[in-house]
């Protein structure tokens, strides 16, 4: 049985803008690239944006902080609280099915994984359950801080919903909703943490904010093993390999090289990039998806990964 993987936040760091100019910009490319084209119909027009122009240009990667969301079953599962989480809520209250119990797996609770859970309209409605999960002691304490005065008007504890904090060990496996839940500790300022959630005989990994050095070369390092077959593996790629290495070294992020290099070790399925640079413009994102593409071929022409770029709105089958 299928299930879905949507990506609601995927931008690192802080929300990225989407400028007039940008938007100005995206006009121009497409009236320019449409000279010469018989565009008489509907059917004609929309062929010729679904084939001829660039994802950069016929839509765009997003704006929000990171939230991804599991669809498998009645209870949603959703990794971290970024902006992205206010679109989700929305889209929960138009689909009408309230009360809803939602589980929040945290990597770990720096400013842009946590910024949208006041704005998330479930939250407020009695009835409601909001599980939260992470590796963090001080995870409640974080969330009620960020809506206390004067950084927010409405207090946590005003929220209606029935709210829960739980946190995780390392060693220990957990069923939430079902899945097989593992977690694994992340080199990142304050420590983060990847989880693999696993159910049906499917894997998925989600691992952003996660610095990896000069051991991911070693033959036992751990994080190929806790990738290992996942069908779907989401993982940091918020530098190209020159920052992470020389500019923004110990920042806690990884590179699109990098997570080829794992991906492949580990028997890796489906690679999607994720925790984009909030600096990148689309048109720099869409090039960073072809060298990666280019790199994974030349680094294992016989293996055959599939690579995509997170952006906001993306639906994933698994």
């Known amino acids: 049985m299928l299930m879905k993987v949507v990506i609601w936040g995927s931008r690192g760091s802080l929300p990225a803008s989407m400028r007039s100019e940008t938007v100005r910009y995206k006009i121009y490319r497409a009236i320019e690239a449409a000279r010469g084209h018989d565009l008489k119909s509907k059917q004609d027009i929309e062929q010729f944006i679904d084939t001829q122009l660039p994802f950069s240009v016929r839509g765009g990667y997003g704006t929000n902080t990171s939230c991804v969301e599991i669809r498998d079953g009645e209870e949603y599962i959703i990794f971290d609280s970024g902006s992205g989480i206010r679109d989700f809520g929305n889209y929960v209250m138009q689909t009408g099915n309230i009360p809803a119990t939602f589980h929040i797996i945290m990597s770990h609770v720096h400013w842009d994984h946590i910024c949208g859970f006041p704005f998330f309209i479930p939250a407020y409605i009695q009835g409601n359950r909001v599980n939260f999960y992470g590796f963090h002691d001080n995870m409640e304490q974080v969330f009620t801080n960020q809506q206390e005065p004067p950084c927010f008007p409405v207090p946590l504890r005003f929220m209606q919903a029935e709210k829960r904090f739980t946190q995780l060990e390392l060693a220990k496996e957990y069923d939430i909703a079902g899945f097989r839940v593992r977690g694994i500790e992340q080199n990142h300022p304050q420590t983060s943490y990847g989880y693999s959630f696993e159910k049906d005989g499917k ?80 048109a720099t994102i869409d090039k960073m998806l072809r060298e990666t593409k280019r790199y994974a071929s030349i680094y294992d022409d016989s293996y055959r990964l599939r690579i995509s770029h997170a952006f906001d709105g993306m639906e994933i089958e698994v």
């Not at 894997?203 to 751990?222: F, G, L, R, W």
């Open 203 to 282: 894997k998925i990994v989600y691992s952003t904010d996660s610095e990896h050095k000069e051991n991911s070369n070693d033959e036992d390092y751990p994080f190929v093993d806790f990738f290992r077959d996942a069908d779907l593996l989401i993982f940091d790629t918020q530098y190209s390999l020159m920052d992470a290495i020389h500019v923004k070294e110990d920042w806690g992020h990884s590179s699109n090289m990098i997570a080829v290099e794992l991906a492949v070790r580990a028997g890796v399925k489906h690679l999607c990039m994720y925790h984009s640079e909030h600096t990148y413009s689309d």
